[in-house]
């Protein structure tokens, strides 16, 4: 081997090893355990209730995202943060395409939004908010249970995705906030 090229790799070797030592990684909802010197999983979001909402699909959200927060146990007694949802949703057509026959479905497209505000319930703070939307695609028959069984099906299916994306989106806003960023 070359010595220039052994001292080339070395030097690339060291190189690469000191900007790796000053990366940091470390779980997305975690906090530093000083304790243990360590990282401890964030209890904020099992500390988080949920406002109610009126509407059928927005308590479709609110229902798979409390059982997401609190893995099943429903809301928590002493809720440290209060979430504040709006959730609104629009359908519309994505194409119609029924050439010879009746039998063809159209394809329309299912749009949740769920705006979001993050109160700190002791002190009644906004901590954080944010928007955050899903679409759902659907086909609608011309049988008129059916096309609303597929719009209802579709807003099912945005729910489960809409609370999913909310949960990853607090977990990131409660993150912040304690790190005070």
Known sequence: MNPTFRVSLLAGLALSLVVASGCTVRPLMATPDVTTSGYASVPALSSIAVAPVDTRYGQEVRNHLIFLLNGGAGQPA???YTVDLSVTRSSTAAARVQVRTDNEPTSSLMTMTADYKVT???TGSVVATGR???SSAYDVPRQEFAALRAERDA?????RELAEQLR???GQDLARAENGS
Do not use: H, K, V, W
């Not at 807003?155 to 729910?159: G, L, M």
């Open 168 to 170: 990853l989106a607090l």
């Open 132 to 134: 955050r939307q899903i």
């Open 155 to 159: 807003e099912n299916r945005a729910a």
């Open 78 to 80: 002493g809720a440290r």
């Open 120 to 122: 700190d319930s002791g």
